[in-house]
């Protein structure tokens, strides 16, 4: 899942970026309300993992905007606020889930999967843009119908070209995208990754942007 951890305890929020990344989630971490909000106004996301008490803006306000302005986004409250009213006020304002600080990494672990499986019951498991086709589940793609076969990486980054088809990434967005923050990589595996992807499937699939990076490019 596309994971959006919003969590100002550096360490917490190290660690969870580690395990969930392992577990082949790809994690964006904010550490700032305002900033959240900035990101779920631009991006599309699985799953909010959200802490309430933030610099900028508070948890609930950031919950309160995203389920008015009509977003299914799953949510998981992870807060030190333990009280039963503001456990009431969170599941009210639109939270999947609430689990309170200290907490268990096994239990959010196993709360996230409950979390997937329900969207994944709920949502199309097929992403498709043009002659492209990713299936979620199965994390295989087709061309034109056609099977492609991708390892891990290349899989990945298509998928996050297919999910944000305007948008352009740089190199170090896309690295963290794909390598999480703990792995060194190569200082061009980005490059070899999208000359990979264009040889296997087509030469316009992705667009150099000159001094900037990539994004998806014609694929109708
Ligand atoms: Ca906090």
Do not use: C
Request: aromatic content about 6%.
């Amino acid at each position: 899942m596309k994971i959006l951890l919003v969590e100002d305890d550096e360490l917490i929020a190290s660690g969870l970026q580690l395990a969930l990344g392992r577990l082949r989630h790809r994690v964006e971490w904010s550490a700032d309300g305002q900033q959240a909000q900035r990101l779920l106004d631009t991006e599309d996301f699985d799953l909010v993992i959200l802490d309430l008490g933030l610099p900028g803006k508070d948890g609930f306000d950031i919950l309160g905007h995203l389920r008015m302005a009509g977003s299914a986004v799953s949510v998981l409250i992870l807060s030190a606020r333990d009280g039963i009213k503001d456990r009431v006020k969170g599941l009210d304002l639109g939270a999947d889930d609430y689990l309170t600080k200290p907490f268990d990494l096994d239990e959010l672990l196993a709360r996230v999967r409950v979390l997937e499986r329900r969207r994944m019951s709920s949502a199309n498991h097929v992403l498709e843009n043009g002659r492209l086709a990713l299936d979620l589940n199965a994390m295989t793609v087709t061309w034109d119908n056609q099977p492609v076969e991708l390892p891990r990486r290349e899989w990945m980054l298509l998928r996050l070209f297919v999910e944000n088809p305007q948008r352009v990434y740089t190199r170090s967005q896309i690295e963290d995208a794909l390598y999480g923050w703990s792995e060194g990589t190569e200082s061009n595996a980005i490059d070899v990754h999208v000359h990979h992807l264009r040889k296997k499937i087509t030469p316009d699939l992705i667009k150099t942007i000159r001094g900037i990076g990539y994004r998806l490019g014609e694929v109708a």
